[in-house]
């Protein structure tokens, strides 16, 4: 009798139990929860292209740097001189070592393999990015004026110099994206390789060292 009472208990219970609980969400309610989700994606997406566009040139500048530096390592360990190009018009960077020192001729290579040509080896900015630092005036610290330098040369010591062999002070590379971030990667004379950033909100704007 128990058992029996219980399960006509429950018949009746289920009974009265709204039929609209036990078949899912209704369509309006579904509706609604798509116009939600879809202007939470609207209000996101201006920030999330531009933390994408942050995140393309971040890596684009690491990229320039980590390459200045292994050739200024490479020049250092084989006595020789290495250097990294510039191609601003095809927004591309390459790496190469000096393998002809009387007549100055220098071999591309990229990962320690030799290209046949410098366009093989080169390395491409991310679509969004490019050389050049816009309509900033202000050089980085350090710097008297600011230009962009078509190739950074290592001798064997690890120290920038010009094609001639003399010490130079001015190199820099800057890279521009196409939200108006700009980065600048900078030689010392004693050959620390730097990284600037463009502060535009700072009083008044500025470059500030980052990693």
């Not at 393998?99 to 320690?112: H, L, M, P, T």
């Not at 962009?148 to 001015?170: C, W």
């Not at 190199?171 to 980065?183: F, I």
Request: with cysteine; aromatic share 8%.
């Amino acid at each position: 009798m128990l058992c029996r009472y219980s399960s006509t208990s429950l018949t009746i219970r289920d009974e009265l139990t709204p039929r609209r609980s036990r078949s899912g969400f209704s369509q309006i309610e579904l509706l609604f929860a798509l116009c939600i989700m879809l202007i939470v994606a609207a209000i996101s997406y201006p920030s999330l292209k531009g933390a994408q566009r942050a995140a393309r040139i971040n890596a684009d500048v690491h990229g320039i740097a980590g390459r200045l530096m292994l050739a200024k390592m490479r020049a250092s360990a084989t006595f020789t001189w290495a250097k990294v190009e510039f191609d601003e018009t095809d927004g591309t960077y390459t790496s190469l070592v000096l393998v002809d020192k009387d007549a100055k001729k220098f071999q591309a290579e990229r990962g320690g393999r030799a290209c046949l040509n410098d366009k093989e080896c080169a390395e491409p900015l991310a679509p969004s990015d490019a050389f050049g630092f816009g309509s900033i005036a202000t050089p980085p610290p350090g710097l008297s004026t600011i230009e962009q330098s078509p190739e950074i040369i290592f001798n064997s010591r690890g120290l920038p110099v010009d094609a001639t062999g003399s010490p130079v002070s001015t190199s820099a590379v800057y890279v521009k994206s196409d939200m108006n971030m700009y980065y600048a990667m900078t030689v010392t004379l004693s050959g620390h390789i730097m990284i600037w950033r463009w502060n535009e909100s700072a009083n008044p704007p500025a470059w500030e060292e980052t990693q």
